[in-house]
């Protein structure tokens, strides 16, 4: 059963039960799975809202991605995604003819920000994000610890809380696990977004012999970036539910 509703699971029971060859490359993310979570989101009503940052920073020339992870406040809500992508202006045109991906019309539709130039623009991020840190109550930001930018640096002078975090199976497997485990059970809301979708469609997860698995950027067809941010905005945001003591909350009961 696990097999017939996991695409990753299936490549697995096929080759270790029933000893067939199989595809290296299969998607790990479904499309009707995450098309669960295309209900609209209210924008005005997460302004303020506590939250939790995942940005997968790119090379110079590549795409950047920042994904806001607001947590349910209670049992009745959903988790809300909130991705921003960001790419240099100069090669959307090879982009668009090499792949056939429309990036100039996610330009033009907002989802995605074009920065001048044929690199990405660092200085235009930062200011996007500080703009994003005055908006929602963003309390953490996981970024990848060997990534460690001039950007990375000057959010923290900004007074952001900047978080490493690894890229190996024993950080990434727990809440790649749980987001998929979220997408399945619908309780992973994105509005639709249509670079998240074509991002969550190239997604294949590499799985050791412990079978922790990671997204791998090497192995998958297209770019992923929004997804792994959005893993690593949920790992915040579950470090932080288990931090919370429920005397928190109700306080001690006396006897």
Not at 98 to 116: C, I, N
Request: glycine share 6%; aromatic share 10%.
């Amino acid at each position: 059963h696990e097999a017939l509703e996991n695409p990753a699971e299936e490549a697995v029971f096929k080759q270790l039960r029933l000893n067939m060859w199989v595809s290296s490359t299969t998607a790990f993310i479904p499309e009707q799975v995450f098309d669960q979570g295309n209900e609209p989101i209210d924008m005005g009503s997460l302004r303020g809202r506590e939250c939790y940052g995942g940005l997968d920073l790119s090379s110079t020339g590549d795409i950047t991605a920042l994904v806001l992870m607001f947590p349910p406040r209670d049992e009745t809500e959903k988790y809300i995604c909130l991705p921003f992508f960001w790419v240099p202006e100069d090669t959307i045109p090879i982009r668009v003819r090499r792949a056939s991906v429309p990036y100039d019309v996610w330009v033009k539709q907002g989802y995605m920000k074009a920065t001048e130039g044929n690199v990405i623009d660092y200085n235009f991020i930062e200011k996007f994000i500080l703009d994003l840190y005055k908006i929602y109550n963003i309390k953490e930001i996981a970024v990848d610890r060997w990534n460690a930018t001039q950007l990375i640096i000057n959010l923290q002078d900004d007074g952001m809380t900047m978080v490493p975090f690894g890229q190996g199976y024993k950080d990434m497997s727990p809440p790649t696990k749980e987001f998929y485990k979220l997408m399945m059970e619908g309780q992973i809301i994105h509005g639709g977004n249509p670079v998240l979708k074509w991002m969550a469609l190239n997604v294949v997860v590499d799985r050791d012999a412990a079978d922790n698995i990671k997204p791998t950027k090497a192995k998958s067809p297209e770019k992923i970036d929004g997804i792994v941010a959005a893993i690593m905005a949920l790992d915040r945001c579950i470090r932080q539910e288990q931090a919370e003591s429920v005397y928190d909350s109700r306080g001690l009961v006396v006897f």
